[in-house]
């Protein structure tokens, strides 16, 4: 089954830990992004990456940082200096990076911070 | 600024009574306009994709439209098991692919 695979399902941080969240996809999509889903807002995007080793700031890239050394993951790190970490953090991919192109979306990891 | 408002917030309605959701949007410039699914605690399930004022697209019981401001999401007779959040998000002529998303439409359908 070809699709996007986030893990784990459930997180839970310290303060003042770092975290890995994991996003793999098996499309053969060139784009893949980060989104956080907050309750009563929109989907924001952190951060994207159009092509392997290469990746861009989204809106809201503070305080997380990634890396894409391979076309098939895409893993966030959540950092220490996120100050409100707490969400359900979204991972998806598109087959090229152009605008108009379908992004499609894993099942999501949800984050909390005790 | 590109922004994308979805109303109603929230809507209840029986199972067979039909409706439609509202998705309107100021963009600069418009790639596409996409419709998703959500279920609690789920990723967003991609149902359509709409490029061009006057499209048309259905999939079971939805049928999306668009306008050079809006779309409207059309569910006819509905059933309990359509019951979810509806997000729209837009495309704009950015040079790349950011998506700008409303806020959803909690669909509530009750036998």
């Known amino acids: 089954d070809g699709g996007i695979t986030q893990s784990p399902k459930y997180l839970f941080r310290k303060e003042g830990q770092n975290v890995t969240l994991s996003c793999e996809q098996n499309?053969?999509?060139?784009?893949m992004y980060w989104y956080r889903q907050d309750p009563g807002q929109g989907l924001r995007l952190i951060y994207y990456?159009?092509?392997?080793?290469?990746?861009q700031k989204g809106d809201i890239a503070e305080g997380y940082s990634v890396s894409r050394e391979k076309k098939e993951s895409f893993p966030l790190t959540v950092t220490s200096a996120q100050k409100n970490p707490t969400a359900f953090y979204l991972c998806?991919?598109?087959?090229?990076?152009?605008?108009?192109?379908?992004?499609?979306f894993g099942p999501g990891t949800r984050l909390t911070v005790l | 600024e590109d922004q994308v408002t979805q109303s109603p917030e929230a809507l209840r309605l029986q199972e067979g009574e039909s409706s439609s959701l509202n998705c309107s949007y100021t963009?600069?410039?418009?790639?596409?306009l996409f419709w998703y699914r959500q279920d609690p605690g789920k990723g967003p399930e991609f149902l359509f994709t709409?490029?061009?004022a006057g499209e048309e697209k259905e999939k079971e019981r939805l049928k999306a439209t668009l306008t050079k401001k809006e779309s409207f999401l059309h569910i006819t007779a509905p059933k309990p098991e359509d019951s979810a959040t509806y997000l729209c998000?837009?495309?704009?002529?950015?040079?790349?692919?950011?998506?700008?998303f409303g806020t959803g439409t909690r669909l509530l359908v009750s036998p």
């Open positions: 998806a991919s598109s087959q090229a990076p152009q605008g108009g192109d379908t992004q499609y």
């Open positions: 499309l053969n999509h060139d784009a």
């Open positions: 990456s159009q092509i392997v080793n290469d990746f």
């Open positions: 963009v600069s410039g418009l790639r596409g």
């Open positions: 709409l490029y061009s």
């Open positions: 998000a837009v495309c704009p002529n950015t040079g790349f692919q950011k998506l700008v």
